[in-house]
Antibody, heavy 120, light 107 residues
Framework: QVQLVESGGGVVQPGRSLSLSCEAS???????MHWVRQSPGKGLEWVAV????????YYADSVKGRFTISRDKSKDKLHLQLNSLRVEDTGIYYC??????????????WGQGILVTVSA | DIQMTQSPSSLSASIGDRVTITCRAS??????LNWYQQKAGRPPKVLIY???RLQSGVPSGFSGSGSGTDFTLTISSLQAEDFAVYYC?????????FGQGTKVEVK
């Protein structure tokens, strides 16, 4: 079955860096993959996307220039490098798989989420 | 960026009630509108994609409608397991954006 498992979260001081990973299994890792985050008690915020070969990447304005999305095709892993972290980057980070269906594209599978806390 | 505005932000309803949540996009998004349900401590789960297409395994009591800029999620008869937060999402253009969420609570 499809599984997405995030790792790498933790507590970090403002201005420091953190690296998140998402290990995929149960499907061909040839789809666009995304990161979405959710601040404590708040709504969902789309963060970044990468194509299968990494040639197509987009970022939310709030993280552009600080976060980098990448993928290791040989290991079926998605990564998110978080640099220059801010308090407002605190939240649960989810990796999510996109399904392209007739009439739409949507997240059909999500990881369980990993908590990133940015605090002095 | 396309802004998604949901209303209401919260509502109180009883089992068996018909519930309607609306979502408005700040610009045209065709039918690239999805609805998700999220329960506490869990990732979101897609209910409706393409504005009106029911995702496999989702109860038929959920339905979606609309196109262009105005969309609606309807729960025909609220069940106990439907108390949750609902989000709309546009996937018409990057950055993909979500509505702020609608919390459906017990009346």
């Amino acid at each position: 079955q499809v599984q997405l498992v995030e790792s790498g979260g933790g507590v970090v001081q403002p201005g420091r860096s953190l690296s998140l990973s998402c290990e995929a299994s149960g499907f061909r890792f040839s789809t666009y993959m995304h990161w979405v985050r959710q601040s404590p008690g708040k709504g969902l915020e789309w963060v970044a996307v990468t194509s299968y070969d990494g040639s197509d990447k987009y970022y939310a304005d709030s993280v552009k220039g600080r976060f980098t999305i990448s993928r290791d095709k040989s290991k079926d892993k998605l990564h998110l490098q978080l640099n220059s972290l801010r308090v407002e980057d605190t939240g649960i980070y989810y990796c999510a798989r996109v399904s392209i269906a007739t009439g739409g594209r949507f997240f059909d599978y999500w990881g369980q989420g990993i908590l990133v806390t940015v605090s002095a | 960026d396309i802004q998604m505005t949901q209303s209401p932000s919260s509502l109180s309803a009883s089992i068996g009630d018909r519930v309607t949540i609306t979502c408005r996009a700040s610009q045209y998004i065709s039918s690239y509108l999805n609805w998700y349900q999220q329960k506490a401590g869990r990732p979101p789960k897609v209910l409706i994609y393409g504005a009106s297409r029911l995702q496999s395994g989702v109860p038929s009591g959920f339905s979606g409608s609309g196109s262009g800029t105005d969309f609606t999620l309807t729960i025909s008869s609220l069940q106990a397991e439907d108390f949750a937060v609902y989000y709309c999402q546009q996937t018409y253009s990057y950055p993909w954006t979500f509505g702020q969420g609608t919390k459906v609570e017990v009346k």
